[in-house]
């Protein structure tokens, strides 16, 4: 940071710091979730108080320019000026049947080609690798079991881990018992038993607008159907839309991520949390909570699982490793409520028991402290990166796009001007060996066609902001 004060100006010390800093963002030598220097650090810098500083800082967070991390010091916040945030879809007409598996296959298949900036992919602990402290937890296993962290373990799953998980939802203000703990092949396999507990063939699932694809691939495999209820960027899930559809329909079973959604990364406040569990328990409607992004909340403090405020069992929650530690373990879990019975059984039938090694390293990696330390670091630069994407669209996307602000996780979901199509957009990323996912696919009624989603949990560099810029210039104004 090369910048003087000038004394003999007659303006305050702390408003010239306030330029300064605000010169070097319009003239990108700061940028988007850069760190600023301490305030002791830039006090002697400067030749000033620390005082002087704190003041600048303070007026810099109260203009939105930067802000303050506990124990990690002052950022820059990204400068969006005339973007705003996604518009809610509205509400359908009636129940739908889902057909997407042919654009999903293509979707996949440019996120596993060698080479491509991978937009496409939600695999936020690319942002910052737990592979060096799983490999030590994997090497103490196999140090001490030898021979047993190879056999196939219990089909409800490795008992050390199951009470790792129930410590943890501790600190969430819930009380899990070690055996109610269901660990799964991945949180698709955690939601996939749990759909085949509440419903069945020909059911309508009620699922978020937009939500998860992977979700509507599932409904479309076991022959349901799925009833949109619009979701808002900002506040979640419209409670007056869903009390509205319940009325009009019958409804088997929710598929909601309340803590942080994907595409959109809503979230809800408890308060609205415990009023939607209260709303479909009183009639008697299963709740199947996705929670996979729950630990990559960027606020101060993890928001509480739906099945917290659950007073009949009915609400299922899923989760997993795959987004904050090991997408390659493919270990998740269930907690089924009162459908424990039945999710035993789905789970023999489906798999019958999930990698033992895999779940032993994580339990290990857990009682260690190490995955705590992890998801802490993961978060931080989860959030750096979400500034810079934002920043980076706003500056190289053309006007009129709409950009979500995740309250967490790792994706931004991206309304393009009206004349854009999201699916011919991803083909001519292709050419670019840029992969995204078109809006198409979190929606079984076509809606969201002019919309994409880009991952910002990757691993940042200067091509990946190359790779925004030729984004941008393929998008039509």
């Known amino acids: ?88 879809a509205r509400p359908p007409c009636k129940p739908k049947l889902v057909e997407r598996q042919s654009l999903i296959e293509d979707v996949f298949d440019a996120i596993h080609a060698p080479g491509f900036i991978p937009f496409g992919v939600a695999n936020p602990s690319a942002a910052y690798s737990s592979d060096k402290a799983l490999a030590r937890a994997m090497r103490r296993v196999l140090s001490r079991a030898g021979a047993k962290a190879v056999e196939c373990g219990p089909i409800d799953g490795f008992f050390p881990l199951k009470r790792q998980l129930a410590l943890r939802y501790i600190d969430c203000g819930m009380q899990v018992d070690p055996e109610e703990v269901m660990i799964t092949n991945g949180g698709q ?20 607008s937009p939500t998860y694809f992977g979700v509507l691939e599932l409904i479309e495999s076991l022959g349901m159907m799925a009833l949109e209820i619009p979701l808002c960027s900002e506040r979640g899930l419209s409670m007056k839309d869903l009390q509205s559809a319940l009325d009009k329909h019958c409804v088997s079973a929710c598929v909601f991520s309340s803590s942080i959604s994907n595409p959109l990364g809503s979230s809800m406040s408890d308060q609205r949390r415990e009023a939607l569990v209260g709303l479909l328990e009183a009639r008697n409607i299963p709740l199947i909570e996705d929670d996979v992004y729950g630990d990559l909340y960027f606020g101060k403090q993890r928001g509480r699982p739906a099945k917290a405020f659950s007073r009949k069992g009915l609400v299922l929650t899923c989760s997993s490793f795959s987004k904050t530690a090991a997408p390659g373990y493919r270990i998740g879990w269930l907690l089924p409520g009162k459908y424990q019975a039945r999710a035993n059984l789905m789970k023999r039938a489906l798999s019958c028991s999930s990698p033992l090694l895999n779940q032993w390293a994580l339990s290990e990696f857990m009682a260690s402290g190490e995955y705590e330390r992890n998801l802490r670091m993961l978060r931080s630069v989860l959030q750096k990166n979400k500034q810079k994407a934002i920043a980076s669209i706003s500056q190289w996307f053309p006007d009129g796009t709409r950009i979500s602000d995740p309250k967490g996780g790792g994706v931004l979901w991206v309304e393009l001007p009206r004349s854009n199509d999201g699916t011919e957009l991803f083909h001519k990323a292709l050419g670019h060996n840029i992969s995204i996912t078109p809006g198409a696919l979190f929606s079984p009624s076509d809606k969201f066609k002019h919309c994409i989603r880009l991952s910002y949990g990757i691993d940042w560099s200067g091509k990946i902001e190359d790779g925004i810029k030729t984004l941008g210039s393929l998008v039509v104004p």
């Open 1 to 88: 940071m090369s910048i003087s004060i000038q004394r003999e100006s007659g303006e305050y010390l702390y408003h010239q710091v306030v330029s300064m800093v605000l010169e070097m963002q319009r003239s990108g030598s700061l940028r988007a979730g850069d760190k600023l220097p301490s305030l002791r650090g830039l006090s002697t810098k400067l030749d000033v108080s620390v005082p002087t500083v704190r003041q600048a800082y303070i007026e810099l967070e109260r203009q939105g320019v930067i802000s303050a991390r506990p124990k990690s010091g002052y950022f820059l916040k990204a400068k969006i000026l005339e973007v705003a945030a996604p518009k809610k």
């Open 189 to 208: 396999e955690a939601i996939a038993i749990a759909l085949q507990c509440v419903a069945k063939a020909g059911d309508v699932i009620a699922v978020e």
